[in-house]
Every structure is written in C-alpha cells, then in structure tokens.
C-alpha cells in the first residue's frame, strides 16, 4: 500500500525554465511534508518542508505548494540549474509519527 | 563538523554470510534511524535507536536482521545468513534529542550485494 506516490519517475527541463515535481498521498493523516534530494552515491539532502497548516513555503529557488483537499503537494524550483539534477523524494509523516514514509522518487534532469 | 558517516560504503557477500553495516551519527545527535531502499523504491523505515535503547522496529524483519547503538561507538545493522533479496542500499539517519521536529541528516548508504 503506497501511501505516498510520486508518478513520474523522471522529469526532463530546460536550464532556467520552471521545474515541477510532484507527489501524492492518502493518508490524510499525514501532517508534515519533507522534499530531499539525492545526488548518486550519496544520501538524501533535506531540501525544503511544510507543515500541514500551510499551502505554501518558500525558500530561495525552491517553494512547496501544499493542497490538502486533494491530498497533493509540489515542489516548483525557478530558475532550474544543472547542479538541480538529482532524484527528488517526496516524503510525509504524521504528528505523532516520527517515521516518514518516503515515494519512490522522480529524477529530475536539467538541459543546457 | 563530520556528517554521517556509514561504512563500508560498498558490501559484498555470498548467501549464508553476515553483514554488518556500521552507522556513526552527526556530532551531538543521540537518535538514529536505519532505512533501506530497494531498486526502483523509496526509503523504507527499519529501526529507530537512540544510545542503548531500541525506540521502535517496526520496520525490520523478526528474522535475521538486528540493530544496535551502543553508549560507545558506532550503530550497527547486522544481517545475518544473508539471502538475495537483502541487495539494496542501506541508510542511516541521525537527528538531534526530539524526534518529531527535528530533520534527520542522512550518510552516504551503504550497498549490499548477495551474491
């Protein structure tokens, strides 16, 4: 039972264009909502989150859109930059749950 | 100030063998997490450690698979009588003391591979 799904297990973009990846979940318990990123050969890097409370959070490049009533989150990176080239999860816990539940992931790959 | 150090970084064992995998957390963090992902697949939760202490393992197998973090030096995640479906990467995470509201640091994975 996939709780969280990121369906598309890649993503193609073009250097400064807006990248869009996103995710969805069923557990509507889920109350917390985390992005890493991950180089290969390397473990995931926290990039950004957002608490339930929220629809969006912003950090630099990088902003996470949060729609509860449709049980979907993205995350936006304007403008895209080759170092952005890395597998992007999605993950999510609730409030009472320190154990986050993690997709599958979606490579993302910037064009020069 | 080192990150999460795992080691080795690369395992290689033959079925029926052992393997241990070593996880040293961030400075000043005392709570550790164990995740395994298989090809084409998330993270998976194992176990959540802290100093001594087995928080949760709901996420390990009953059989074969144990971990532990002890007052002194690194934790670790033995598999013993290894099987081919133990080939994945494994990753450990640290975060600070409080486990809901910290981010947890990840190490570089270990891989596995049974042969």
Same mark, same amino acid.
């Given at each position: 039972d996939q709780q969280v799904k990121q369906n598309s297990p890649s993503l193609s973009v073009q250097e400064g264009r807006?990248?869009?990846?996103?995710?969805d979940y069923t557990n509507s318990m889920f109350d917390y909502f985390?992005? %890493?990123?991950? %180089?290969?050969?390397?473990?995931?890097?926290?990039?950004?989150?957002?608490?339930?409370?929220?629809?969006?959070n912003e950090d630099g490049r990088f902003t996470v859109f949060l729609n509860k009533s449709a049980k979907h989150l993205s995350l936006h990176i304007v403008p895209s930059q080759p170092g952005d080239s890395a597998v992007y999860f999605c993950a999510a816990r609730t409030d009472s749950n320190y154990q986050l539940i993690w997709g599958a992931g979606t490579k993302l790959i910037i064009k020069p | 100030n080192? /990150?999460?150090m795992q080691n080795p970084r690369h395992l290689v064992r033959r079925r029926g063998q052992e393997a241990r995998l070593r996880c040293s957390p961030m400075k000043g963090h005392s709570h550790v997490y164990w995740y395994r992902q298989l090809p084409e697949e998330g993270l998976k939760f194992m176990v959540y450690l802290q100093k001594e202490n087995i928080i949760d393992e709901s996420g390990m197998p009953k059989e074969r698979f144990s971990a532990e973090f $002890?007052?002194? /030096? $690194?934790?670790?995640?033995?598999?013993?009588?290894?099987?081919?479906?133990?080939?994945?990467?494994?990753?450990? +995470?640290?975060?600070? +003391?409080?486990?809901?509201?910290?981010?947890?640091?990840? /190490? $570089?994975?270990?891989?596995?591979?049974?042969?």
């Open positions: 807006i990248s869009i990846l996103n995710c985390l992005w %890493y990123k991950k %180089y290969p050969a390397e473990g995931p890097t926290f990039l950004i989150s957002i608490s339930s409370i929220k629809d969006k | 080192a /990150g999460v $002890p007052k002194e /030096g $690194p934790s670790i995640l033995r598999i013993q009588q290894v099987v081919r479906g133990d080939s994945a990467a494994y990753f450990c +995470a640290s975060s600070p +003391a409080g486990q809901f509201d910290n981010e947890q640091f990840f /190490g $570089p994975g270990t891989r596995l591979t049974v042969l």
